[in-house]
């Protein structure tokens, strides 16, 4: 699963770097939890929950229903 997180990761990636920052996967659980790490202007801006929230945990359950949460490690 870990494989098919970093492909929805990788499409993302784009829109986060030209704000300056980047998404970083640091593990998938058995039970669907996501750990990512923000990072570059993500990881210091005000608005990087909702980004992960609305952003990157929006578009991977989306594509990958087997994802339950994602949380910023």
């Given at each position: 699963?870990?494989?098919?997180?970093?492909?929805?990761?990788?499409?993302i990636?784009?829109?986060?770097?030209?704000?300056?920052?980047?998404v970083?996967?640091?593990?998938?659980?058995?039970?669907?939890?996501?750990?990512?790490?923000?990072?570059?202007?993500?990881?210091?801006?005000?608005?990087?929950?909702?980004?992960?929230?609305?952003?990157?945990?929006?578009?991977?359950?989306?594509?990958?229903?087997?994802?339950?949460?994602?949380?910023?490690?």
């Amino acid at each position: 699963m870990k494989e098919k997180v970093e492909e929805v990761l990788n499409d993302i990636r784009p829109s986060l770097q030209a704000h300056g920052g980047n998404v970083k996967l640091i593990d998938v659980t058995a039970d669907g939890v996501v750990k990512v790490q923000l990072t570059g202007a993500c990881g210091s801006c005000p608005m990087s929950q909702m980004t992960l929230k609305m952003g990157v945990e929006k578009e991977l359950k989306k594509r990958l229903p087997e994802v339950k949460e994602v949380v910023a490690v």
